[in-house]
């Protein structure tokens, strides 16, 4: 059975300093879909990152980059220059299958990521 | 593009009564729809996904008489909460399936239930 594993229930860090929010994964599936969603308090669930199983270069997004290390099943998101707006939850999540119209989303527990100025 | 509006967003009822959330992909036709359940503090908590046009998919413990799920048009899904309980309450999302990759789901806001 697919799991997601987010081991830190809370982080904090400086303004302008980089985080890395730390992601685990277990899958049989050798075709999966990694995500990071940010829930601000306001409670909407904002996409941020995606890595398919099968890309060769990790991704980014402006200030978002995943750390994709396969052979260790881990996605680890991390955030550069870091802002208070970025002071959020923070959730893994990953999808058997590359697609299709009803693969599900699985989610980590979540990290809660404080900036402080 | 890949709006998700979700009406109310929050919502008081008496225990015994039903309650209606809608979720409505606002600039793009959706077949797949997802709802959630999010605990105070928790993670989200898939309870079905959602087929245009066909019966909903229930996760295991879901109560399908419980959670009423329509999607009767490509933008809109509905969740009933047939006589809600104090139980019930919670913070719901939907999600809808976007087109291409990565195949992502944009999630609505979230409606906040509060059964007395």
């Known amino acids: 059975a697919q799991k997601i594993t987010q081991t830190q229930p809370g982080m904090f860090v400086q303004e302008k300093e980089a985080v890395t929010l730390d992601c685990t994964y277990d899958?049989?599936?050798?075709?999966?879909?990694l995500f990071w969603y940010k829930q601000p308090s306001s409670g909407e669930m904002i996409f941020l990152i995606y890595?398919?199983?099968?890309?060769?270069q990790n991704a980014t997004e402006g200030r978002y980059s995943l750390n994709f290390q396969k052979a260790r099943k881990s996605a680890n998101l991390v955030i550069s220059a870091s802002q208070l707006g970025d002071s959020a939850m923070y959730f893994c999540?990953?999808?058997?299958?590359?697609?299709?119209?009803?693969?599900?989303?699985?989610f980590g527990t979540g990290t809660l990521l404080a900036v402080q100025p | 593009g890949a709006v998700v509006s979700q009406h109310p967003s929050r919502v008081i009822c008496k225990s015994g009564t039903s309650v209606k959330i809608e979720c409505r992909s606002l600039?793009?036709?959706?077949?797949?729809m997802f709802w959630y359940r999010q605990f105070p503090k928790k993670s989200l908590m898939l309870m079905a996904t959602?087929?245009?046009?066909?019966?909903?998919?229930?996760e295991q413990g879901v109560e399908k008489d419980k959670f009423l799920i329509n999607h009767a048009s490509l933008t809109l899904s509905t969740l009933t909460v047939t006589s809600a309980h104090p139980e019930d309450s919670s913070f719901y999302i939907c999600?809808?399936?976007?087109?291409?990759?990565?195949?992502?789901?944009?999630f609505g806001p979230g409606t906040r239930l509060t059964v007395l």
């Open positions: 600039d793009f036709q959706a077949t797949t």
């Open positions: 999600s809808a399936r976007g087109q291409g990759r990565p195949d992502t789901q944009y």
């Open positions: 999540a990953m999808r058997e299958g590359l697609g299709g119209a009803t693969n599900k989303l699985i």
């Open positions: 959602s087929n245009e046009g066909s019966k909903a998919t229930y």
């Open positions: 899958t049989s599936d050798p075709s999966y879909g």
């Open positions: 890595q398919g199983s099968y890309d060769q």
